[in-house]
């Protein structure tokens, strides 16, 4: 069931949420390991720096990579890590 990979999720996040600043997409399923739920998909983290995220609430950020992944979660994510900034946010905490 953990079929999916970051690259996968980098290819299809990249596709929905274009233009993208900066996009990272980090498996974290290794720090998780014999954690309950461990074994029932893995554990992703996304770093996103996008103009689509200006203006948006943090729920409606998340959302939006939810619904862009609404395909692929199924297949194998268990967990999914979300950091998702606006080039402005990104420029300021840099």
Do not use: C, W
């Not at 990272?24 to 996304?46: D, T």
């Amino acid at each position: 069931m953990s079929g999916v990979s970051a690259a996968q999720i980098d290819t299809v996040l990249r596709a929905a949420l274009a233009p993208l600043q900066r996009l990272e997409v980090i498996n974290e399923s290794h720090l998780h390991a014999g954690h309950a739920g461990a074994g029932e998909g893995s554990h992703f983290r996304v770093k996103i720096v996008s103009a689509r995220m200006a203006g948006l609430a943090r729920v409606a950020r998340h959302r939006l990579v939810y619904d862009a992944l609404r395909d692929v979660i199924p297949q194998g994510v268990h967990a999914l890590a979300i950091e998702a900034r606006s080039p402005d946010e990104a420029a300021s905490s840099s």
